[in-house]
């Protein structure tokens, strides 16, 4: 990276990783870019001003510290431009109000995030949009859901918690054939293993909180637009005045640089605890996309590029009054493992999943469904961990 050779167009994705955002030679060859903490900018003069004819006019637009991030995403989205939000819940919600407005419909599939259910089933509905859930298997089956009025479809693969995986490239065909917009919230895949604007979805949803960060310390959210959906977007940021902070933009730019070999190590070590989970006695089922026995494996074989670290698994239950007491068994006997919500962090975690708001993607019949972040410590140690706690459980 010297002044003359321009940066290959060919590069890999680690290379990208390491690279993308801010050009070192643009602030006196510093590796990083500059943290800006800013509301006002100043202008040189009255007709400037007037105008507000330069690069930064205000805190609430950017900064070369957010820019230096949405740049990052845009070259491993593919998209036109990206906005920052300051959590992963935002980015959902600020599209949706983006796109929608009082009278349309919108069609969510049943596995989304839990409070992207909540903001349709409350804001939503008040401001007047009808939302209907679908099946996550329904693929090009989208179009008898389609009405006059349906204007966003929203998909999520694989799907929170139970990881049900989407054919995004039926769905978004049969969408922008009746004139709705495409929204992905890609936040398990990363665009390391999928890219949403390659397949034909529109908006690409990033809660940022999990593997660009990593760390469990950083709340961000981005959202990537396609060339024919970024005004828009851009232009409901600026109204909203939902904007990410500088030093949040800092770091979760900083965590891309690793996140290539972090996922690679997340990746390896969920599948190799998967694989065992699946040939052990006391476990029902194991919802992973990457194993060949998950319904839905052909369709990320397809499309993904690879798997990030967390999945769940069914504890084979006995009767269904002892399934919570089974599954605070396993989560109270793990020593590794913590107990606490979001994912993509270093350290492993686990959750027992509940589904109470699923419409047609029902919970398990077969017993608890416990949910495991595999993070980057020893692979041994982790199989140790999980099965102090199956065996807690089986004294239930
Ligand atoms: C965690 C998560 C979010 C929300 O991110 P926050 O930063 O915690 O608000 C959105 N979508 C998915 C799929 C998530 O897992």
């Known amino acids: 990276m010297n002044d003359k050779n321009p940066f290959p167009a060919d590069a890999g994705i680690n290379t990208r990783l390491a690279h993308a955002g801010n050009d070192p030679r643009e602030f006196h060859g510093f590796v990083n870019p500059p943290v800006v903490h800013a509301s006002t900018v100043l202008f040189p003069n009255a007709a400037t001003m007037e105008k507000r004819a330069q690069k930064y006019t205000y805190g609430t637009r950017g900064t070369p510290t957010t820019d230096a991030l949405c740049v990052a995403i845009d070259e491993l989205e593919g998209s036109a431009g990206t906005i920052l939000v300051p959590s992963g819940l935002a980015a959902v919600t600020v599209p949706f109000l983006a796109f929608l407005a009082a009278g349309d419909h919108a069609l969510i599939v049943d596995s989304v995030y839990f409070p992207t259910r909540h903001f349709c089933d409350t804001m939503l509905k008040r401001l007047g949009v009808s939302v209907d859930y679908y099946d996550p298997m329904i693929g090009a089956g989208i179009e008898a859901l389609i009405r006059p009025n349906t204007k966003l479809v929203h998909t999520e693969a694989p799907g929170s918690n139970t990881f049900e995986m989407q054919d995004i490239r ?174 993509g962090g270093f350290e492993s975690l686990a959750v027992h999943v509940g589904l109470g708001d699923r419409k047609i993607c029902k919970a398990p019949a077969e017993g608890p469904v416990l949910r495991l972040q595999i993070g980057l410590e020893d692979v041994a140690d982790i199989r140790a961990d999980v099965e102090r706690g199956l065996e807690a459980a089986s004294k239930v």
């Open 170 to 343: 039926a769905i978004s065909e049969v969408a922008h054939r009746h004139g709705a917009v495409v929204t992905m919230d890609n936040t398990w895949a990363t665009p390391v293993y999928f890219k949403p604007l390659a397949h034909g979805v529109d908006i690409s949803i990033h809660a940022s909180t999990k593997y660009p960060s990593g760390h469990s310390d950083i709340l961000m959210g981005t959202v990537s637009a396609n060339a024919q959906h970024w005004e828009q977007l851009k232009e409901a940021n600026i109204t909203l005045g939902i904007c990410g902070a500088p030093d949040d933009a800092y770091q979760i730019l900083r965590g891309l640089r690793t996140m290539g070999v972090r996922l690679e190590r997340h990746q390896e070590s969920a599948l190799k605890i998967a694989q065992w989970l699946e040939q052990r006695e006391d476990v029902a089922r194991v919802l992973h996309p990457a194993l060949p026995s998950f319904p839905g494996h052909e369709l990320w074989k397809r499309d993904f590029t690879g798997a990030s670290g967390i999945f769940s698994f069914v504890l084979k239950g006995g009767s269904p009054e002892r399934h919570k007491a089974k599954a605070h068994a396993f989560l109270d006997a793990l020593a590794i493992f913590g107990l606490g919500y979001s994912w």
